[in-house]
Structures are given as C-alpha cells and as structure tokens.
C-alpha cells in the first residue's frame, strides 16, 4: 500500500466506485497534496471528499445542510459520532481514535464531518471509516430523525 496519503484514500474510495456502490466518480488534484473525489451515494446531491495531508485531515465537507448548531438534532448527532469511537462497538464499525478521530464541524448551518488521521499509514484506514461512518449517519437519520431526513436528505416519506 502507498504511503502517499491521496493515493491511499484514492485507492479505498475507487473500490467503491468500481464495484458501483458510487456514481459518477470524479477525482481532482489540487495544490499541496490535497485531493477530492466527487460523487453520488446516498443522498440526493453529490458527495465530496477531501484529503488534506498537510491537515492530516480526510473530510466531507458540507456533508449535511439545515444542521441549527443549538438543536436536539445536532447535539443526537455529535453523540452518535462519540459513539463511533467507543470501546463496545464492534471492530468493523468502531474508530480506533489512535489512528482517526471524528471531528465534525459546523459552519453556516452546513456540517462538515472530518476525521482526523493520526499517522501517514493510516489514510487507507480513515477513508474506509469515513465511509463507513456516513453510511451509519445517514441510517442514523433516516431511523430516528425521519422529519430531517425526509426534508434534507431525500428519504422517501413511506
């Protein structure tokens, strides 16, 4: 495996692309290592992710919109997201925080989820949590947060 972080978040997110899990797979490089993919999956609008070596950050920015920073809505997802690195969640879904850490953020009602990556051999592993973490959100939201997901995400309403 690379030790170049871009190639190997690169790497994870094309075996997604090419087994047809994502659609329309579109990848950029840009200036200072930092690399983006873009693509649909799950949600209405396209997907973006962002690998910033030099941040040691691997994020999806703007990843859910219509977020109000002082809501029960935010505060359910910020404790899902600490969940994801507890000790009694199984291996295959759980973050180990030595290696990436969630971060998410939030900016102009839009919510970024980011995780931080503790080691330059650990780019591989941080995007496959990334996208395994998404995919619980938006579970997350779709079961316990149906009136969200159905005006933001595009859940269907049955």
């Known amino acids: 495996m690379s030790t170049n972080p871009a190639q ?83 291996e295959h879904r759980r973050i180990d925080p030595s290696r990436a850490k969630v971060t998410p953020s939030l900016r102009a009602r839009r919510l970024t989820l980011a995780l931080r990556v503790a080691d330059d051999r650990d780019w591989a592993y941080a995007t496959g949590k990334l996208v395994n973490v998404v995919h619980e959100l938006v579970l997350f939201l779709n079961m316990y947060w149906t009136d969200y997901a159905h005006r933001s995400l595009g859940a269907p309403q049955e």
């Open 8 to 90: 190997q978040a690169a790497a994870v997110l094309y075996r997604y692309a090419d087994r047809g899990v994502f659609l329309e797979f579109e990848e950029r490089a840009g200036r200072d290592g930092v690399w983006t993919a873009e693509f649909r999956w799950m949600l209405p609008r396209r997907l973006r992710v962002v690998a910033d070596p030099r941040q040691g950050r691997l994020a999806c920015p703007d990843l859910l919109l219509d977020i109000e920073a002082r809501s029960p809505l935010r505060a359910a997802i910020d404790a899902f997201l600490e969940e994801r690195h507890a000790e009694g969640l199984p």
